[in-house]
Nanobody, 127 residues
Framework: VQLQASGGGLVQAGDSLRLSCVASGFNLDFSSLGWFRQAPGKEREGVAS????????MYADSVKGRFTISRDNAKTTIYLHMNSLKPEDTAAYYC?????????????????????WGQGTLVTVSS
């Protein structure tokens, strides 16, 4: 399984950006997919997740109302639509996938729940 993230770049505060993550390989029957980010000197944090069975999405409080996670019909590509970007959104963004069953609560925003990771795509938001 490979996850390929793309779409990062340098933008100004208030701008929008869309990240994409394409999954390829065998057995792409994931239970959930997610986006994480890691800023320099900080721990990786969960940003958004989406469950494959019902499309239910979950967001970190810091991005709620500004970011939207979505997927294509084939469920092999997920997107992160980021609006009203702030300088504090600057980070390397990673997509991840898991086949584990959903454990409830905000579990899908925890990095330990995921077994497959893409490389990061850098988002830089200038003030």
């Amino acid at each position: 399984v490979q996850l390929q993230a793309s779409g990062g770049g340098l933008v100004q505060a208030g701008d929008s950006l869309r990240l994409s993550c394409v999954a390829s390989g065998f057995n792409l029957d994931f239970s959930s997919l997610g986006w994480f980010r890691q800023a320099p000197g900080k721990e990786r944090e969960g940003v958004a997740s989406i469950r494959s069975s019902n499309g239910v999405a979950m967001y970190a409080d810091s991005v709620k109302g500004r970011f939207t996670i979505s997927r294509d019909n084939a469920k092999t590509t997920i997107y992160l639509h980021m609006n009203s970007l702030k300088p504090e959104d600057t980070a390397a963004y990673y997509c991840a996938a898991t086949r584990r069953p959903y454990r409830g609560g905000y579990a899908l925003l925890l990095a330990d729940e995921y077994d497959y990771w893409g490389q990061g795509t850098l988002v830089t938001v200038s003030s």
